[in-house]
């Protein structure tokens, strides 16, 4: 089995603040995902990466960065927290690339913008 | 585009009596793969259970659903609910063309004593 490790469990940042979210996997997958999850609206992609160096949007990447270096690492950035922001964000990861493959999910970093 | 609906925002139900979550797709592709997440809280989404064939029930930890092309759903069924059920359930769709896979927007399943 494997692991799938988000840093840090809690953020809270200022309006305007550049935040950025960690996340590791040791399941050797190629790839990775990160979503938001918001109450009532299910979770939403926002970049997705099928192997190291590669970057493909979602449906809600306005406003973040991604970066992956490593096979192992996917970097989330919020380029500008949003006063009153709060929400869930979930890294995931997939053996392949393509939506048929089974996602492991990560235990989420949750965000608190003042 | 491609969609998931979940027509159920909350179902509260009484331990024992069956569940039916609702969920239907909409996709240009000819072989969707359909999933069920599910997410009890404070935990992570997990995989529940999964399927891509038209007519087959796939069953995995009580709940049962099958894929039925015809009328693009993928309804989530238990034959009597446990209080350790109530989670967010999350309906997904796939294909290995995409990238991506596309959630409904969830349905918390509450189960009273």
């Known amino acids: 089995g494997g692991i799938i490790t988000q840093t840090p469990k809690f953020l809270i940042g200022q309006e305007g603040q550049k935040l950025t979210l960690k996340c590791q996997q040791n399941?050797?997958?190629?790839?990775m995902y990160w979503y938001r999850q918001d109450s009532g609206k299910g979770l939403r992609l926002i970049y997705y990466s099928i192997t190291e160096n590669d970057l493909q949007k979602g449906d809600l990447s306005e406003g973040y960065d991604a970066s992956r270096e490593k096979k192992s690492s996917f970097s989330l950035t919020v380029t500008s927290a949003q006063k009153n922001e709060m929400a869930v964000f979930l890294c995931?990861?997939?053996?392949?690339?393509?939506?048929?493959?089974?996602?492991?999910f990560g235990s989420g970093t949750r965000l608190t913008v003042l | 585009g491609d969609s998931v609906t979940q027509t159920e925002g909350l179902v509260t139900l009484t331990e024992g009596l069956p569940v039916m979550l609702n969920c239907t797709y909409q996709t240009i592709y000819s072989n969707p793969f359909l999933f069920w997440y599910v997410q009890h809280l404070n935990e992570s989404p997990r995989l529940l259970l999964k399927?891509?064939?038209?007519?087959k029930r796939t069953e995995h930890q009580g709940f049962h659903a099958t894929l039925h092309k015809s009328s693009s759903s993928f309804h989530l069924q238990k034959s009597s609910a446990q209080l350790s059920d109530s989670a967010l359930y999350y309906c997904?769709?796939?294909?290995?063309?995409?990238?991506?896979?596309?959630f409904g927007q969830g349905t918390k399943l509450s189960i009273k004593p």
């Open positions: 399927s891509f064939t038209d007519n």
């Open positions: 399941f050797n997958h190629d790839t």
């Open positions: 997904a769709l796939g294909d290995y063309n995409q990238g991506k896979l596309i």
């Open positions: 995931a990861s997939s053996i392949l690339g393509g939506s048929a493959e089974t996602l492991y």
